[in-house]
């Protein structure tokens, strides 16, 4: 059984470009969220999908959007990055039935300078 | 809303003695608890989980959390502390269905000395 995976695992980006990050869920997980993980805290929640849809978003503007795919692969995009924006980025899977079980990935470090 | 207060950012025990790492939560539902495991440069490992049923429950690594609904906690405990078991632990909350956002808890770093 495959498990979470992220890409990249490092980035580095400038004030005001724009970033793409990918993860894989776990086979048989049709649900995917995201999470940002400033340094020294705990992880706070961007938003999740199911079945390609939006099903819920925390407390994060607009220009974070994200994506899912067919194969329950997903896509998080952040616009007009700013330097608050440096964190690692977290993906989490989940499956029906799972009690709400999120396996995590090893994240995204991304570095906004 | 659900929130999650970690007491103590920082918990330092001996190789052997008893690890106690406490959390208190707020929820306007019945919750679901769980207690994750980051060491550096990774992602989170899931220790244990409380749903329904039994308040005591046992994850990996010999740790075990009670869930005290008339207090609001869910502590995390472990009899003896092992050099391998120093990380950073985060409790979280979400609601009791699936696909709910889990709420995290500022985390606690957990060092072990010989």
């Known amino acids: 059984e495959t498990g979470v995976t992220q890409s990249p695992t490092h980035l580095i980006k400038t004030r005001g470009q724009q970033v793409t990050l990918r993860c894989s869920s776990q086979?048989?997980?049709?649900?995917v969220s995201w999470y940002q993980q400033a340094l020294g805290q705990g992880p706070q929640f961007i938003f999740q999908?199911?079945?390609?849809?939006?099903?819920g978003r925390g407390n994060f503007p607009p220009r974070f959007s994200g994506l899912q795919f067919p194969n329950y692969s997903s896509e998080l995009n952040v616009n007009a990055l700013e330097l608050d924006d440096s964190a690692l980025y977290l993906c989490?899977?989940?499956?029906?039935?799972?009690?709400?079980?999120?396996?995590f990935g090893p994240g995204t470090r991304l570095t906004v300078l | 809303a659900q929130s999650v207060t970690q007491l103590g950012s920082h918990v330092s025990v001996s190789e052997g003695a008893l690890v106690l790492l406490r959390c208190n939560y707020s929820s306007s539902v019945p919750p679901y608890l769980f207690w994750y495991v980051q060491y550096p440069n990774q992602g989170l490992q899931l220790l244990l989980k409380y749903t329904t049923g039994a308040t005591l429950v046992k994850g990996i690594n010999g740790f075990e959390a009670e869930f005290k609904k008339s207090e609001t906690s869910f502590h995390l405990t472990k009899p003896s502390a092992h050099m391998s078991d120093a990380a950073e632990y985060f409790c979280a909350v979400s609601g009791n269905q699936a696909g709910t956002a889990l709420i995290f808890g500022k985390g606690t770093t957990l060092s072990v000395s010989s």
């Open positions: 989490a899977s989940s499956g029906l039935g799972s009690y709400n079980e999120q396996f």
């Open positions: 086979s048989g997980h049709n649900t």
């Open positions: 999908y199911y079945r390609e849809e939006e099903n």
